[in-house]
């Protein structure tokens, strides 16, 4: 499987746009990117997905490096409910049925200063 | 609210022991998921069930199972319960409408504590 890297910790000012970085150098052409989080004391929940365009939905967009080695989450602007460990996930779409899972890394441990 | 549910919330037991935990999937979703989150490995996927039939496997131990019952819940058995096992045991499901790209929701967990 295609490996993510994100920086362990990062932090940001409530109320400002926070950019969250992941690397993922060994992508392959059907590897679609995936951002999940994990708010404290819950299960994991769905952000954004995408393959090579970029992408918006109403929590946040999802910025994709032309050569697809990295990819940018982008929370337009941080409240406190957003503080929560996020998760950049390749899932490849060239697999067949029973591959569906979802390999989680180490993610980015996002605190927002009030 | 994903719309999983699990039960129970906490577990308390001892080594030796064998547990069950509980996953009612979404209205409509075939596919469940089980994952286990602990402080050293981190979220790791144990096995999936599609309709009833066990669909993948993964790091899942051999003195843990689970089966997935004609009205979709899913229950996974944990046996012979080690200190190792101590951990947050999440239950995920999806359509499983063939799109391999479907989001998976997540239940609230179930935490086990092994004494």
């Known amino acids: 499987d295609a490996k993510t890297t994100q920086p362990n910790s990062m932090e940001s000012n409530e109320e400002e746009p926070v950019h969250l970085p992941c690397n993922h150098s060994?992508?392959?052409?059907?590897?679609?990117i995936h951002w999940y989080r994990q708010l404290p004391s819950q299960g994991p929940e769905y952000v954004i997905h995408?393959?090579?365009s970029n992408v918006n939905n109403r929590m946040a967009s999802l910025a994709i490096a032309e050569d697809r080695k990295s990819s940018t989450l982008i929370l337009h602007r941080a409240t406190l409910r957003d503080a929560a460990v996020y998760y950049c996930i390749l899932r490849d779409d060239g697999s067949n049925f029973g591959n569906e899972k979802l390999t989680f890394g180490t993610g980015t441990r996002l605190t927002i200063i009030p | 609210d994903s719309g999983v549910t699990q039960t129970p919330k906490h577990l308390i037991t001892a080594t030796g022991q064998r547990v069950t935990l509980r996953c009612s999937p979404r209205?409509?979703?075939?596919?469940v998921y089980w994952y286990q989150q602990s402080l050293d490995q981190g979220l790791q996927f144990l096995i999936q069930?599609?309709?009833?039939?066990?669909?993948a496997k993964g790091n899942i131990l051999e003195r843990f199972s689970a089966q997935q019952f004609p009205d979709l819940h899913s229950e996974l058995n944990l046996s012979s319960l080690e200190l190792g096992d101590s951990a947050l045991y999440f239950c995920a499901s999806s359509v499983a409408s063939g799109y391999l790209q479907e989001t998976q929701y997540f239940g609230p967990g179930t935490r086990l504590l092994v004494l």
């Open positions: 060994t992508i392959s052409g059907t590897d679609y």
């Open positions: 995408g393959l090579t």
């Open positions: 209205s409509g979703d075939l596919s």
């Open positions: 069930y599609y309709n009833g039939e066990e669909r």
